[in-house]
Each structure stands twice: as C-alpha cells, then as structure tokens.
C-alpha cells in the first residue's frame, strides 16, 4: 500500500514515516515508478514504534526493541529511566541545597557523586548485560551514593571503571540464554529491589533468618544435592557465573574496589561474610556444594 493509506492506518504523518525510514525502522519496497511500498508488517512495525514514542522511547532504543528480545531490552531501558529519574531527584536536591545557601563547594562534591555513580551503573549494565546485569547494578546502586573524600576512594574508583572498561563479555550458550530470558522477563527494578531488602534483612539478623527459614533451608539444600538440580539449566547458568566471576577479576578486582570505594558497602560485605559463616557452621555441607 502506498504511504496516503499507510498515514491512515497508522495515524502517523508522512515526514515521521519517512524519519523512521531514514533510521531504518522499516524498509518499504521500492516500486518501478519509485512510489514506495508497505506491507502489513511495516504497517504493524509502525504501530509498535508510535505506542514506544507516546512511552517516551527513542529512536535508537525502539530500534534495540524490535532488532532484540524485547523484554530484555525493555527492562535495561526502564532501569536506565529510573536511574535517571533517582539521578534528576538529587540535582533537584542540591539546586534546593544552593538557593537555601550551601556553598559551592558541597554543590560541586554532590555534583561528581551523581556523576561517578551514573558512570559505574553505566558501565555495569553495558558489561553484564540482560537480567544478571540489572540485578547487580541495582544492587550496587546503593552504595554509590557516598562523596569521594580521600585518595583511596579516588583509586578504588578509577580501578572500578577500568576493570568495567576491560572485563570479557559475560556470555552463555544460547539454549542457557532463552532460558534465562524466559524465566527472567517477567522480573521487573521492583522485584530485584525487593530481593536485595530480603538479603539485607537476612544479613542483618542471621540467627532469625536461619531459625525462622529452618524448614525452606533444608529442602533448598536437599534439592542442591540431587541429581535434578545437576542437569538443570540453573546449575549450569550459576557454574558459568562462578567460573566468570573467578577468572575476570570480579572478586579480585571489583569487590575490593567497592569495599573502598563506599563503606556502606564494605559494612555491608561484613555483615554478608558473618552471615555466610553462621550458615556454613549450621549448614557444613553448603561449603561443598559451592566448590
């Protein structure tokens, strides 16, 4: 059909058509009088990018959504949107903190904490991408919010991004891939940010989380110990992680860094690491299961 009719359907205008061809959205059939023509999956390619337009998504991202997984590529670009929501809150903070009279300086300090934590959530999504990647720069987010006083933090931090800068790509073979996806898309910035309050929640208190999750425990190790378990995708998704995390520097390299970098998070790894021990003493075998 021709783009009058197209128009119609779609109740877009010529020239945003001819813009979404020009970034290569769609790709009309050239006909031998050079009119150009659409075929009902441009028409419905279309329809898809309007709605996306009307949710604030640009043209760049609307392109990864319809090249891609689309539930992976939405959730990265939703957790980018509330990155940037939570970043325009604290320059809305610290333009309230200058009229009321703060100096330059603590507007300036303020000014590179949004900056260095928007560079390393960056990066964390770019270097671990889909699920596992929202996961953990979630998980970090809130510790990065700390200003950078001394020379150390200044190195932890500069050892941070080199090491995103340069880490091997995080890839798993493509049956584990739909998996993951699969059993991951429907797992939205709320649910992730409800995981890491339960963990701190456990962390903080063990004793009670061990006492009060006795019975969960034992059927969670009991199921790890079956031969169920050894042939599931799961296990071989965490094996590959393990082995990833071991041979790319991620705990040699990244979690001291952040242990220097914010002494939220450095509290916080003790509290995991007393944690992990009471466990261990409750729950010998877990040691072996994790070698």
Same mark, same amino acid.
């Given at each position: +059909?021709?783009?009058k ?5 779609? &109740?877009?205008t010529k020239k945003a058509?001819e813009?979404y061809?020009e970034?290569k959205?769609?790709e #009309?059939?050239i006909l031998?009088?050079g009119y150009?023509?659409f075929n009902?999956?441009? %028409?419905?390619?279309l329809k @898809?990018?309007s +709605?996306?337009r009307k949710?604030?998504?640009?043209v760049e991202? %609307?392109?990864?959504v319809?090249?891609?997984n689309k539930?992976? *590529?939405l959730?990265k670009?939703?957790l980018?949107r509330?990155?940037?929501?939570q970043r ?5 903070k ?5 009229? *009321?009279?703060?100096?330059w300086?603590e507007?300036?300090e303020g000014?590179m904490?949004i ?6 959530l960056e @990066?964390?999504?770019?270097s671990?991408?889909?699920?596992y990647?929202?996961? /953990? ?5 809130r510790f ?6 001394t020379?150390e933090?200044e190195? #932890?931090?500069d050892?941070?991004v080199?090491f995103l800068?340069?880490v091997? #790509?995080?890839?798993?073979p ?6 993951? %996806? =699969?059993?991951t898309?429907? /797992? ?6 409800e995981?890491?309050e339960?963990t701190k929640?456990s962390?903080e208190?063990?004793? @009670?989380?061990l @006492?009060?999750n006795?019975e969960?425990?034992?059927e969670?190790l ?7 378990y050894k042939q599931?995708?799961?296990y &071989?998704?965490?094996?590959?992680m &393990?082995?990833?995390? *071991?041979?790319s520097?991620?705990?040699?390299i990244?979690?001291?860094s952040? &242990?220097?970098l914010s002494r939220g998070? #450095? =509290?916080?790894y003790k509290?995991?690491e ?8 409750q ?5 072996n299961?994790?070698?």
């Amino acid at each position: +059909m021709l783009i009058k009719e197209v128009c119609s359907l779609t &109740k877009l205008t010529k020239k945003a058509i001819e813009y979404y061809e020009e970034h290569k959205l769609i790709e #009309a059939k050239i006909l031998n009088n050079g009119y150009r023509d659409f075929n009902e999956n441009d %028409i419905e390619t279309l329809k @898809k990018i309007s +709605m996306l337009r009307k949710l604030g998504i640009g043209v760049e991202d %609307i392109k990864v959504v319809l090249q891609e997984n689309k539930f992976d *590529s939405l959730n990265k670009i939703i957790l980018k949107r509330e990155l940037g929501i939570q970043r325009e809150k604290e320059k809305q903070k610290l333009l309230n903190k200058l009229t *009321s009279g703060s100096d330059w300086a603590e507007i300036k300090e303020g000014i590179m904490v949004i900056e260095k934590n928007e560079t390393i959530l960056e @990066k964390l999504m770019d270097s671990f991408p889909g699920y596992y990647g929202r996961f /953990i720069c979630l998980h970090f987010s809130r510790f990065l919010n700390e200003p950078i006083l001394t020379k150390e933090q200044e190195d #932890a931090y500069d050892d941070i991004v080199n090491f995103l800068d340069n880490v091997p #790509a995080l890839q798993f073979p493509e049956e584990l891939q739909e998996f993951l %996806i =699969e059993n991951t898309k429907h /797992i939205n910035t709320i649910n992730i940010r409800e995981m890491n309050e339960s963990t701190k929640k456990s962390i903080e208190n063990p004793d @009670k989380f061990l @006492k009060e999750n006795k019975e969960m425990l034992e059927e969670y190790l009991k199921y790890k110990q079956s031969e169920e378990y050894k042939q599931s995708p799961v296990y &071989k998704i965490q094996e590959l992680m &393990k082995e990833f995390n *071991s041979t790319s520097g991620y705990y040699d390299i990244f979690i001291p860094s952040m &242990k220097r970098l914010s002494r939220g998070y #450095a =509290e916080y790894y003790k509290q995991l690491e007393i944690a992990n021990e009471k466990l261990l003493k409750q729950y010998p075998e877990i040691e072996n299961l994790n070698k």
